[in-house]
Structure formats: structure tokens, C-alpha cells
């Protein structure tokens, strides 16, 4: 795997302070995974009658441990739970073996920690097609149970690191009923980013209580406004995992509370944009705002499309503010378009309108503002009141290097 050594020019200052989330207990320690000496493995045990939603990548050849969790989320939510996160290998394209390796981590953990092997939920990223050596973790669970703490959320987001140069969390509180709900998340992702569900490995806990069912379908929606929102380079990941964790601990019910549903969109969001500033490679964090579609759905498409144009991409990466590369993208998204109603702009400045070059379009104005290393492409369509916005990086020499080496 390339060797990581410099942190995004987009990371935060630094980790957030996370508060403690009542019911949740986390260790991680290192296995040998891939790499000996790299803390690699992490342990979460929640309370009993944690309600756990779930999304999940849509790839065909999705990993052995995301079946798992999928055929797992909706049961029964009584007893305690936990979640065990690896990195360095993803058990995916691993065939029968990666089935048995996640029957014999998840009885593992189940043994160690008592909780219901049903309610013991696998994540793992890294190379795809090589069998895990899952006695590795297993060896160890005996130390992550004995390790367990409040307050180890941090070295959680650093064990299930692949690619990412920095770690990531976010974290809100909300006042329901005179009492305060905690929200805290981490998350991994650096390539492969293009989500078909969610995307990449995302765990967030709250000390609320919400039904597993409202639960879900908050996150699914959710999801389709956040991580669904996002793209590095079009690349959709086998092991893509977003659960949602509420363990109760409160004594609030937040089912149906328009506050607490803001609050943990804004966590989730906030996880989803670090992620794009961790892109491989990247340089500059894009915002593309699409207004003026047909629809909702039609302005996303439109959005991506640029998103995930190498030629976009990699324009941004050279400041160049060549926005006929943009038009290229609207035109062959598939979704409806009129050259002669389009309007493009970068930040504030408007280049196109009309299907046309702007009267008062200055390319140095535009080149200058290319520098910046947070940018906005406005898109306005003319055709109706559909909008979306997404969020994506530069296409640089970096990420070729980080990728054409990535299991050396």
C-alpha cells in the first residue's frame, strides 16, 4: 500500500473534541492485519436495547462482512451489541473463505464480550481479492474486550484509516425536553469514494432513543442528502458500511424531533465533506450547486457529472477556469439540458449565460479565483426549480501515485 507520509492541505487544524456517548465503549489495537506495528482493529460494545440502522453499498460484488450486516440490521434490538472494524484488508472477493472468516470473528466476539452473535456487526477495508487472516483479530479480542472506554473514540477513527491522512470525527448536541442529546461519528474514506448507499466505513453514536424503524428510514433519507452526495473519483467501493448506533443512555426519545434530525444530518455531513478533503491527491475541496433543473433527481445527475469528470477534475487542479469542460459534462450527463438556457458560474463570478460566453466575463478574474482551495461551480439550468449540491476534489498527480502502487 503507498505510504502515506503528508497529511491533506484540506485536514481540519485537528481532531475534534468528541463528547462521551452514554452506552458506548471502544478500544482498537494493532493485529498485523497487512502491517505489523499499525493499530488496525477497533472494538465497539453498545448498551443493551441499542436500536442499529444501517446503510450499504449496492456493488455487486460487495464484501463478505457487508452481506452480513445487511442480512443482521433490523433484528431483534434487546440485548447489547457490538461493531468490530478492521483495516488493511477488506474480505472482499474473498468467496466462501470470507463468509467463514466472518462467522468465526463475529462467534469470536460474541464469546469474548457475551453479546448475541446476531447483534455483531463486521467492517473491513483495505485490499480486495486476499484472504484475511482473521485469527489475527481474533487473538486479540481478549485485549480489546479487557481495553474497552468511554472515551477512545479518537483511536477508533485512526484504527480503520487506510489511505486517509488524517482522522476524522464530528460530533453535535441538542437540547430535547430540557435534557441534552450527544451525537458523535467517525469515518474513513479517501479513494475509491463514489457512494452508491453511504459510503465508505462511517459509525455514529447517540445517546437518544430512537425506534430502529424511524431510525432507519431517518438515515437512508439522510444519506441521499450527504454521503450520497459525495465523490472523489467515481469509484464505488465494495465494503461501503454507515451505521447508526442509538443506545437510549439518555432517557430521551428523539423518534420524530426535528432537532435532533438536523443535528445529526449536520454530523453527518460535516463527515462526508471531511472526507472529500481527504481525497487521494487532493488539492482544492469543490462545492457544485445545481439549480434550475427539471428536478431534484435531474440536478444530482447533472451535479455528478461534473463531480466526476477527469477532464473537471483535473482543470481544478490546474486552475483553469476552462468551464467549456463543464458545459461537456452537463451535456453528456443524460439528464435534460438546454445549451441556450445555461448559466455557469465560479464563486461569484459569472462566466456563461444564455449558451454563451458572459458579456462581462473576465478570464483573469476567473483564473485568479482558481487559486483559492475551496471553490464553487454554480450551474443554473433555466428549465424548472430542481436543485442538488455536490461535493467533490481535484484529479492530481497525487492520486495516481497513491493508487499505482497501493498494495506494494
Not at 434487546?78 to 468467496?95: E, K, Y
Not at 483479530?137 to 485485549?143: F, H, Q, S, Y
Not at 431534484?296 to 463531480?307: E, M, Q
Request: charged share 20%; hydrophobic share 45%; with cysteine.
Amino acid at each position: 500500500m503507498a505510504k502515506i507520509t503528508k497529511v491533506s492541505p484540506l485536514a481540519p487544524a485537528a481532531f475534534p473534541t468528541l463528547p462521551v456517548i452514554d452506552g458506548v465503549q471502544l478500544a482498537s489495537i494493532a493485529a498485523g492485519v497487512r502491517y505489523q506495528g499499525r493499530t488496525d482493529v477497533m472494538l465497539a460494545v453498545l448498551a443493551p436495547g441499542t436500536s442499529i440502522a444501517g446503510v450499504f453499498t449496492r456493488s455487486a460484488t460487495r464484501s463478505a462482512p457487508v452481506l452480513d450486516c445487511q442480512a443482521k440490521i433490523g433484528g431483534a434490538s434487546d440485548g447489547p451489541a457490538a461493531i468490530l472494524v478492521n483495516s488493511g484488508n477488506s474480505n472482499a472477493f474473498t468467496g466462501h473463505y470470507g463468509q467463514t472468516s466472518v462467522a468465526e470473528v463475529t462467534q469470536a466476539v460474541a464469546d469474548v464480550t457475551g453479546v448475541p452473535v446476531g447483534r455483531v456487526f463486521t467492517s473491513s477495508t483495505g485490499v480486495i481479492g486476499e484472504p484475511m487472516k482473521h485469527e489475527r483479530i481474533v487473538a486479540k479480542l481478549g485485549d480489546l474486550n479487557a481495553a474497552l472506554s468511554p472515551d477512545a473514540l479518537e483511536d477508533a477513527a485512526r484504527a480503520i484509516m487506510t489511505t486517509d491522512t488524517f482522522a476524522k470525527g464530528a460530533s453535535r448536541t441538542v437540547g430535547i425536553d430540557g435534557k441534552m442529546v450527544k451525537i458523535a461519528g467517525i469515518a474513513k474514506g479517501s479513494g475509491m469514494i463514489a457512494p452508491d448507499m453511504a459510503t465508505m466505513l462511517v459509525y455514529i453514536f447517540t445517546d437518544a432513543h430512537v425506534e430502529q424503524g424511524a431510525l432507519q428510514a431517518m438515515l437512508s433519507a439522510m444519506t441521499d442528502r450527504t454521503f450520497n452526495c459525495i465523490t472523489v473519483d467515481s469509484d464505488t467501493s465494495t465494503s461501503d458500511t454507515l451505521l447508526l448506533c442509538a443506545t437510549g443512555s439518555s432517557g430521551v426519545d428523539a423518534t420524530g424531533n426535528a432537532e435532533f434530525a438536523a443535528a445529526l444530518e449536520e454530523v453527518m455531513l460535516d463527515l462526508a465533506q471531511q472526507v472529500v478533503r481527504d481525497g487521494e491527491g487532493a488539492t482544492k475541496f469543490v462545492e457544485i450547486r445545481v439549480t434550475g433543473a427539471v428536478s431534484d433527481t435531474d440536478a444530482k445527475v447533472h451535479g455528478l457529472a461534473i463531480a466526476n469528470s477527469p477532464l473537471v477534475k483535473t482543470a481544478i487542479a490546474g486552475e483553469d477556469p476552462n468551464w467549456g469542460r463543464v458545459v461537456m459534462a452537463i451535456g453528456k450527463s443524460g439528464a435534460a439540458a438546454d445549451r441556450d438556457l445555461l448559466s455557469i458560474s465560479f464563486g461569484d463570478i459569472l462566466v456563461a449565460e444564455k449558451g454563451w460566453v458572459s458579456p462581462g466575463y473576465r478570464e483573469e478574474d476567473a483564473a485568479a479565483y482558481m487559486k483559492g482551495q475551496e471553490l464553487v461551480i454554480g450551474v443554473d439550468l433555466g428549465l424548472g426549480e430542481g436543485k442538488s449540491t455536490v461535493w467533490t476534489c481535484d484529479l492530481t498527480h497525487g492520486y495516481i501515485e497513491i493508487n499505482a502502487d497501493y498494495r506494494s
